[in-house]
């Protein structure tokens, strides 16, 4: 016979082998795990892909231009000079938070001013009047507010009714539809209002404290933009920020970058134990093919020829299933976009084919990686086994290309993620986790075992201990499958849920809901008598001051003397410094002594102090309105900020901050009865602004439970990839049960008895798979309440209940998928199969 065709033979026969295969149900395990597997990886990549375009594609329209420069002050007019005698485009800004109503009450906005050259780019769009969603060459006409859509029903307004900012009252002329250059926004607990630059002035609302940020944007193209950027950076001074388009918004990439990390380790998870399954499914189709091949050597097939065949069979099956999976996953990929989409104000351009390709490859890497070990053992059956059931040589072969199947698999989370890191602790942490579930579950099965010898234990229950004990490694690989399906969404419902509630419970009933800056020193004793006689009478006004650091021990400090992204921005921006005589209920002294109020000394948080690297008995320089202020770190506090006092990394001294710019600050308890009191107040005083910390948690509970939505679609997959190795493990016990069932029927069991005791092995491994669950993520739960969130864990009792029933749920599903049939099969075929 040629070499071609050899090989056209080899074809043929896997095709023949796979349609033969695929009917008599050989391979329907190996597909369910397959298609898990790419769904879960191509479903995340999609999601990820499509978001990843967005930002790309409307990078400038979301910075606003080609350059962006942000500051905490006026920026210097001779910027714009020099940017437009470039021949660039520009356009000015300025943003604040800021409280605007009118009779029907008042609300926190974000109030932004923009000049007439507002937008540089495309991309804003306004309803106005009955024109909806138009593009917008230019921000609102001097005189005009525009605002968010959700603004109107905070406040029962419409289009044409009035708007108070601060000293001014404006028509609203437009509703912004979108605002392409305010980004990604998860969590937009401050609707927008635009006014023209004009108006700013006449508004009154920047005054101390105020927290303005200005912008200038600019735009160009070639040259001439290289050469403004390469004189505006040396030009830049303390509080100013040049972006370009690879910086807009990089807190929406990094929160987007976290949430694909774990994302995609839930799918690569996923994709870990469908390999279990796919391993154990290809090892039960080599046993029961190991005759068949040894028939076919006899008949003069050769040894490549068999092993060609058993490619071919392999690929196409692969090649198919895999395409299945891509075309499932991009439909689950929509279901993600749907649950997560209420969070994003851009709509998500077409997906690429790149998570398609890696979907698609996960498939064949998986199979052929997983299933070569089975399948290179089935290749080198000999002829005699035809006459001879021996099998124990072939042994050697297993051990390396399951580590290949492992190392593939590494290969696989390293091009998924992008990150060898991640992809590191992704291997390792699933190995980790996985070894310590195995050892525990070897206990489990072991003390199990010990009840199958003690006198008195019914007959059924032995027979079901007597399986388990059997088939030990098997019983192991599945509580490990299930039980870490179950401990991710059992720890995900206890995150959401319990440890919520219980930082809910470690705050005092009256603890403080409702925080008012931007108290100017003339309004501060009106503002404390009005709010005494609402009732609101523990109150405290604390002290503002704005300060920025500019050296430590006599050495200059600025953002490049530090490594840490964290230290970076403190230095890179003011700090608020407060004053006080006495320690704060919420604070907690480390180490040192407290504040001589008539020295130069300054309390820090032990963080803000760990981050700067600053110790006692250091000297900071704090730059105060124009003025050194020196003083010397006497002590190191620990803040309980989860409290919502008023608290400050910086606490200084009276002495040290006297007659320095001040505004004042205070939070309290608001009762629900008494909004309108708050509405009337900042109708008296505009500049202030209050910040209702109730109704943020309330926006952060909706973006936690549609996040948590999304994410549980991918727990799902990892829950049903643990069934599968149950099922997969159950099939590859297929045969030798129905052996067992055999003679125990011809001993005398009937058909009663041996499904109870079925049914018994199948609760016992749910039941040990839920409770190790239950107890790993009550353990993580505790850890992370305890070390992280520094609450008091209650230890819920529903996680035990809920484990070990859905693991003995579980149980029960995937053995009557994988045992169907095997008690119904008479006796005397599965006697006549043994000889």
């Not at 795990?33 to 995340?44: D, E, G, K, M, R």
């Not at 299933?371 to 006459?387: F, H, N, Q, S, T």
């Not at 963080?607 to 003025?627: E, K, M, N, P, S």
């Not at 169907?820 to 006549?832: C, D, I």
Request: glycine share 10%.
């Amino acid at each position: 016979m040629s070499q071609r065709s050899s090989k056209a033979s080899a074809f043929t026969l896997g095709l023949s082998a796979l349609r033969r295969d695929w009917r008599a149900g050989e391979l329907h395990v190996l597909l369910i795990a397959l298609v898990i597997a790419v769904v879960a990886v191509t479903s995340v990549g999609f999601l990820a892909d499509r978001v990843g375009q967005a930002l790309g594609q409307n990078s400038v329209q979301m910075l606003g231009g080609d350059l962006a420069l942000e500051a905490d002050a006026p920026i210097d007019p001779e910027f714009v000079n020099r940017a437009q005698a470039g021949g660039l485009a520009t356009a000015q800004t300025v943003s604040f938070p800021s409280m605007v109503g009118n009779q029907q009450g008042v609300r926190l906005a974000s109030v932004r001013a923009v000049s007439n050259t507002y937008p540089l780019y495309p991309g804003l769009r306004v309803d106005i009047g009955d024109q909806k969603n138009i593009p917008a060459q230019s921000g609102p006409a001097h005189g005009s507010v525009w605002v968010d859509p959700q603004l109107l029903s905070l406040l029962a307004i419409q289009p044409g009714d009035r708007l108070d900012v601060g000293d001014l009252s404006l028509p609203v002329s437009g509703v912004i539809a979108y605002e392409p250059d305010r980004g990604v926004q998860f969590v937009n607990v401050a609707p927008r209002v635009m006014i023209h630059l004009d108006d700013l002035e006449a508004t009154g609302l920047l005054g101390l404290g105020s927290r303005a940020r200005y912008g200038l944007l600019v735009a160009g193209q070639g040259s001439a933009l290289a050469e403004y950027k390469r004189w505006l950076e040396p030009s830049l001074a303390r509080g100013q920020r040049l972006k370009t388009i690879d910086d807009a918004s990089p807190e929406v990439r990094g929160s987007l970058q976290r949430a694909h990390q774990f994302l995609m380790l839930v799918a690569l998870l996923t994709v870990m134990i469908a390999a279990v399954a796919i391993a154990l499914a290809t090892r039960r189709y080599q046993l029961r093919h190991h005759d068949g091949v040894a028939i076919m050597r006899c008949l003069g097939a050769s040894r490549r020829q068999l092993q060609g065949a058993l490619l071919t069979e392999f690929v196409v099956f692969g090649v198919l299933a895999s395409a299945l999976g891509v075309a499932l996953g991009y439909g689950v990929h929509q279901v993600l976009v749907a649950l997560v989409g209420v969070l994003f104000d851009t709509p998500l351009p077409a997906a690429s084919f790149k998570p398609a390709g890696q979907g698609f490859m996960t498939g064949l890497l998986l199979l052929l990686g997983f299933a070569l070990a089975p399948l290179a053992e089935l290749g080198r059956v000999a002829p005699a086994r035809v006459l001879r059931q021996e099998r124990g040589a072939q042994l050697r072969y297993r051990a390396a290309p399951y580590m290949l199947g492992l190392a593939g698999f590494f290969l696989l989370a390293l091009w998924v993620s992008g990150d060898f890191k991640l992809s590191v602790v992704i291997v390792g942490g699933v190995l980790l986790v996985l070894g310590l579930c195995a050892a525990l579950a070897w206990a489990g099965v072991s003390a199990l075992g010990y009840f199958r010898r003690q006198t008195g234990t019914p007959s059924v229950l032995r027979f079901a201990l007597a399986g388990l004990a059997r088939r030990k490694s098997l019983v192991v690989t599945q509580v490990c499958a299930l039980s870490v399906g179950l401990l991710i969404l059992l720890l995900l419902a206890i995150t959401r849920t319990d440890l919520l509630q219980g930082w809910q419970n470690a705050l005092p009933a009256n603890a403080p809901n409702t925080f008012l800056i931007n108290i100017q020193p003339e309004q501060r004793d009106v503002v404390q008598a009005a709010l005494m006689q609402s009732g609101i009478t523990q109150v405290q006004l604390a002290p503002m001051v704005r300060g920025r650091l500019v050296a430590i021990n006599n050495a200059q400090v600025d953002s490049t003397s530090y490594d840490s992204p964290r230290a970076q921005r403190m230095v890179d921006r003011e700090f608020n410094l407060s004053y006080r005589s006495t320690l704060p209920e919420s604070n907690r002294l480390l180490s040192g002594q407290w504040l001589n109020a008539q020295g130069n000394e300054v309390s820090l948080e032990s963080g803000v102090a760990d981050t700067l690297g600053v110790g006692l008995g250091d000297r900071i320089d704090f730059d105060v309105a124009g003025q050194i202020v020196s003083v010397v770190v006497t002590s190191l506090r620990e803040v309980k900020w989860d409290s919502f006092d008023v608290n400050f990394f910086a606490l200084m001294s009276p002495a040290a901050l006297d007659g320095a710019p001040t505004s004042y600050i205070t939070s309290f308890y608001l009762p629900p009865r008494q909004g309108a009191f708050v509405q009337d107040l900042v109708r008296d005083f505009p500049n202030l602004t209050v910040f209702d910390v109730g109704a943020m948690l309330t926006q952060l509970k909706f973006i936690l439970d549609q996040v948590v939505q999304a994410v549980q679609i991918l727990f799902v997959f990892t829950i049903a990839a643990g069934v599968l190795v149950l099922a997969a493990a159950f099939f590859s016990t297929r045969d030798e049960r129905m052996r067992e069932v055999a003679i125990l029927r011809m001993l005398g069991a009937n058909s009663r008895q041996l499904s109870i005791a079925m049914a018994v092995e199948l609760v016992l491994v749910g039941g040990l798979s839920g409770m190790l669950a239950a107890f790993g993520a009550l353990s993580i739960g505790w850890a992370v309440a305890v070390y992280v969130i520094d609450i008091q864990f209650t230890w819920p009792l529903w996680p035990w209940a809920v484990g070990v029933l859905v693991g003995i749920a579980a149980a029960l599903f995937a053995g009557a998928l994988a045992l169907r049939g095997v008690l119904r099969t008479p006796p005397l075929l599965s006697l006549r199969a043994m000889a």
